[in-house]
């Protein structure tokens, strides 16, 4: 056995077999990840930013990069004293980020939104688990093709699109367990980004935010679509390898 697989063997018994792990359930675990499978799957739930995000459901796994703008956000937030802030979480996957907002930033409601089957069943799942009860006043889940299923306008819009080319080789526990559909967006990448933010303000507060996320290198792509549309400004931010991935847009003409 490699010292990695080690390392993993005891992040297994901790986290998911609560120290009472047999034998047998960590040997079919390591077959698994020796196949290449993620071990955030095997695990079965990862953390973000204080909530616990159960996988089962297989939505894309969140990455660090994502809870590093959403902890962003929720700083922002949280400086805000309205009674009630409206935040969407569209492409929701797992719900990672509208359930960090909910845990966080108590004056917020949240509608998650997603195009996918597994994602809407996932992100359910991971309200449950968070203690967040569905349908009541702060969570919302509704089936949306980017906005089709939406009407309401939102204070703050959290955007983690689909991104990658569809040429981009993508590493193996990706391309091979990752749900295509979290991952790919067309020829260049920005299918999702387009429909998006072509979209966007007519769902968004005068003054509201949209926190939207990208690939490395479409920086450029994005700046000239904004001004194409027309917001009235916008920041871009690095995440914490110094790379730029992500844009915090306002909509004031
Ligand atoms: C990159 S994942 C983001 C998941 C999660 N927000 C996160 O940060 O980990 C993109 C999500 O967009 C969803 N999606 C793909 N096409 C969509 C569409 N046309 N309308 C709405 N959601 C879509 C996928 O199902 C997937 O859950």
């Known amino acids: 056995m490699t010292k990695d697989e080690r390392k993993y063997l005891d992040w297994l018994k901790k986290d998911k077999y609560d120290g009472q792990a047999r034998a047998a359930s960590l040997a079919v675990d390591l077959g698994r990840l020796r196949a290449g499978e993620p071990l955030d799957y095997v695990i079965g739930w990862?953390?973000?930013l204080g909530c616990k995000i159960v996988l089962t459901e297989r939505p894309l796994i969140p990455r660090e990069e994502t809870e590093y703008w959403a902890k962003e956000a929720i700083e922002e937030i949280k400086k805000?004293?309205?009674p009630k802030i409206k935040c969407l979480d569209i492409f929701t996957g797992s719900g990672c980020?509208?359930?960090?907002?909910?845990?966080n930033a108590k004056n917020t409601v949240v509608t998650f939104a997603d195009k996918s089957p597994r994602a809407l069943k996932s992100v359910r799942k991971n309200l449950k688990v968070n203690s967040f009860q569905i349908g009541s006043h702060r969570a919302k889940v509704?089936?949306?093709d980017v906005f089709s299923g939406l009407s309401d306008q939102f204070d703050y819009i959290f955007a983690n699109p689909p991104y990658i080319p569809l040429g981009r080789k993508l590493p193996e526990s990706v391309s091979r367990y990752e749900p295509r559909?979290?991952?790919r967006a067309g020829r260049d990448g920005l299918l999702?980004?387009?429909r998006f933010l072509v979209q966007a303000p007519a769902h968004l507060v005068e003054g509201g935010k949209i926190y939207l996320e990208f690939g490395y290198g479409q920086k450029k792509a994005v700046d000239i679509l904004l001004k194409k549309i027309?917001?009235?400004?916008w920041v871009f931010g690095k995440?914490?390898?110094g790379r730029c991935r992500f844009a915090i847009i306002k909509n004031s003409r």
Do not use: H, Y
């Open 181 to 183: 559909e979290a991952l």
């Open 46 to 48: 990862r953390p973000f």
């Open 97 to 103: 980020v509208g359930l960090a907002v909910l845990a």
């Open 239 to 241: 995440d914490q390898f």
């Open 230 to 233: 027309g917001f009235g400004s």
């Open 142 to 144: 509704v089936e949306s």
């Open 192 to 194: 999702f980004i387009k």
């Open 80 to 82: 805000d004293k309205r």
